[in-house]
T-cell receptor, first 114, second 111 residues
Framework: QKEVEQNSGPLSVPEGAIASLNCTYS??????FFWYRQYSGKSPELIMS????GDKEDGRFTAQLNKASQYVSLLIRDSQPSDSATYLC??????????????FGQGTTLQVKP | EPEVTQTPSHQVTQMGQEVILRCVPI?????FYWYRQILGQKVEFLVS????????KSEIFDDQFSVERPDGSNFTLKIRSTKLEDSAMYFC?????????FGPGTRLTVL
């Protein structure tokens, strides 16, 4: 059974701090990794994708991937109250016949306090 | 920027009734999907659709579910005989090949 694990939180950080969200996955051959943000009652919104080991930065967001440790993380710098949401880690199942089939983690709830 | 759209936003039905959830994926995307999220639980893959046929389905997608692309734009999910446990948010999604864009979802409530 392929699994994606996240700490459900809540993770509480003060405004302006760095929020660090973590995710581990079980399928060693996975090659595509995504972070989605989901506000309560809304659909997941793609914020970062990463495919190779190392860091990928986009604005205030940095995704980090370590395939040897089967670990993905998301750093949010200068956290804002509007970043308060649930962050979903998703892993693409390689070896399947199509792209886009994702396995999701439970999500980590982030609370940014003013 | 084009978006995936879904109708209705909320559907209430009686157990045993058939429901059809509708989606308009982004037009130049190649793969289309249905995912669902039971309240408080993970987002779960149901089915993928490519070149007018199912390319993959999960164990959740049993004989009571079906998908169709009746014309060049709409993509539908039919649940033939709804059960209480089918109550969930159903998300349509599409991808151009990297990353998946989700629609706003249809909240299905089975009474």
């Amino acid at each position: 059974q392929k699994e994606v694990e996240q700490n459900s939180g809540p993770l509480s950080v003060p405004e302006g701090a760095i929020a660090s969200l973590n995710c581990t996955y079980s399928d060693r051959v996975s090659q595509s990794f995504f972070w989605y943000r989901q506000y309560s009652g809304k659909s997941p919104e793609l914020i970062m994708s990463i495919y190779s080991n190392g860091d990928k930065e986009d604005g205030r967001f940095t995704a980090q991937l370590n395939k040897a440790s089967q670990y993905v993380s998301l750093l949010i710098r200068d956290s804002q109250p509007s970043d308060s949401a649930t962050y979903l880690c998703a892993v693409g199942l390689d070896g399947s016949s199509n792209t886009g089939k994702l396995i999701f983690g439970q999500g980590t709830t982030l609370q940014v306090k003013p | 920027e084009p978006e995936v759209t879904q109708t209705p936003s909320h559907q209430v039905t009686q157990m045993g009734q058939e429901v059809i959830l509708r989606c308009v994926p982004i037009s130049n995307h190649l793969y289309f999907y249905w995912y669902r999220q039971i309240l408080g639980q993970k987002v779960e893959f149901l089915v993928s659709f490519y070149n007018n046929e199912i390319s993959e389905k999960s164990e959740i997608f049993d004989d009571q579910f079906s998908v169709e692309r009746p014309d060049g734009s709409n993509f539908t999910l039919k649940i033939r005989s709804t059960k209480l446990e089918d109550s969930a948010m159903y998300f349509c999604a599409s991808t151009p090949g990297t990353g998946v864009d989700f629609g706003p979802g249809t909240r299905l409530t089975v009474l």
